[in-house]
């Protein structure tokens, strides 16, 4: 089997579309990630230096600005989408500002959701648009409405707002020929986001997967959850969309469970977390037909999975009803292996005033050091282009 032999120490296809500085950069960033001291230390005097408004910004855009994002704004991205473009990996624009708290705030980033549609829309490159809901609406009124407390007047409106927003955002992607992703978030308000994401699919997912749920698989519920996900869709009359990712907030949830007292909802090893999201897997593809799938993964052995299942049931690698993903900066080595033989493969693009991203930069360098091997395994690839460069 073709999938089997797929090779994702291929650095020559990995990184054909950096230069060598670009690289001797990552390989400076990885490096530092390695070290959670290093990433801790990073984070202090980062915010300090702002709050001092030290001439910081410049050093940050060109160190883990540059290896995490696409450029400041929309436009800014059009070179970071091109050049992917050229080597077969799609984009996915991913807004990674966290705006004001507030219903303008909301409203702001509903219309700049609105803005990527229309810019999606004239570039072939980019198939998806995504959603995080903290954006469009309060996540404190999201937990009272999930823990089913007595809402006020005036809170009932503004979580309508906040779906209204959604269903404005959904409408204007579908009629462009467009894909939402609805992000996944914390799970004490995560059942409420779930609730509109699938009252978008039963109006919107009638012909065919627009709409994307995203499932969490390191939490020990998230399994069966998407299984009576799809179930209903089907029961329902419509497609479910789901995108498979093993997890952002671990600590959090741990963290947050322990101090009120129940059960953490994340599984205790990270083989629970693999064996989970690989038999999600091929749940989805068992129901492919009624489903749109994007495995939003790092996982090399989930890659190649999904690639044998897909050449089993005799799935084109082209299916828009399939897709790999990752996040640019991460994992070159899987999304443009996997691009290069054919397949869907599209690239999660943040982009945003540098100083406004810092909180999304300062996650990612902290869920670099958290996943075992992860920064390690980017740099040793980083490193053995480098040198294969320097000896062509």
Known sequence: MQSESINFDDTATAFAHRSTSELKNSHFVFSTMSMPWMVKTGTVMTNLALKLKLPVKGIIKKTIFNQFCGGESIKDCSNTINRLGDHNVQTILDYSVEGLKNEDGYDATKEEALR??????????????????????STDLMTKAQNKEQLTEIEKTKLYNCEQ???EIVHKAGSKGLMVMIDAEESWFQSFIDGIAYRMMAKYNKE????YNTYQ??????LDRLTRAQIEAEVSGYYLGAKLVRGAYMEKERDRAEEMGYESPI????????????EALKFCMQHIDRMGLCAGTHNENSSKLLARLMEEQEISKKDNRVFFAQLLGMSDNIS?????????????????P?????PYLFRRAEENTSIAGQSGREYTLVKKELRRRKSA
Request: charged letters at 30%; a negative charge; aromatic letters at 12%.
């Open 165 to 167: 927003r959604v269903d």
């Open 217 to 222: 698989m390191y939490r020990h519920d998230m």
């Open 336 to 352: 443009f292996k996997l691009a290069d033989l054919g397949y869907n493969v599209a690239k999660y693009v943040p982009y945003g």
């Open 208 to 211: 065919r997967p627009i709409v």
């Open 267 to 278: 599984h205790a090893t990270k083989e629970a977390v693999d064996k989970d999201y690989d």
């Open 116 to 137: 990527v549609i229309d810019f999606a829309s004239t570039n072939d490159h980019i198939p998806f648009c995504v959603l995080k809901l903290s954006g469009l609406g």
């Open 354 to 358: 540098v100083e406004k991203v810092l």
